[in-house]
Nanobody
Framework: QVQLVESGGGLVQPGGSLRLSCAAS????????MAWYRQAPGKQRELVAR???????NYADSVKGRFTISRDFAKNTVYLQMNSLKPEDTAVYYC??????????WGQGTQVTVSS
């Protein structure tokens, strides 16, 4: 059974940092792109960052320079380091295997709340 399990969300003050993890099991995704998406209340799910098997990356303009996506092939895990967090970063963050909105495998999501 394929599972993606996110962790690391929580409540943080503006300007703070969080590191999200997405651990995959049941299948080796080293040849797949992996991505982080987020969805705020009342808004559509949007791409935050994507990392390819080559380790090349792309980011939403709103997070460039603040967020960093990385992956550990040995652990079949993807990370999202989030720095200089803003209230508008508040959302449920999801990882997926495949990199697009049409990906088959998604995690259950982890809540990130940025508030003072």
């Amino acid at each position: 059974q394929v599972q993606l399990v996110e962790s690391g969300g929580g409540l943080v003050q503006p300007g703070g940092s969080l590191r999200l993890s997405c651990a995959a099991s049941g299948r080796d995704f080293s040849s797949n792109a992996m991505a982080w998406y987020r969805q705020a209340p009342g808004k559509q799910r949007e791409l935050v960052a994507r990392i390819f098997s080559s380790a090349s990356t792309n980011y939403a303009d709103s997070v460039k320079g603040r967020f960093t996506i990385s992956r550990d092939f040995a652990k079949n895990t993807v990370y999202l380091q989030m720095n200089s967090l803003k209230p508008e970063d508040t959302a449920v963050y999801y990882c997926n295997a495949g990199g697009t909105l049409f990906a088959t495998y998604w995690g259950q999501g982890t809540q990130v709340t940025v508030s003072s």
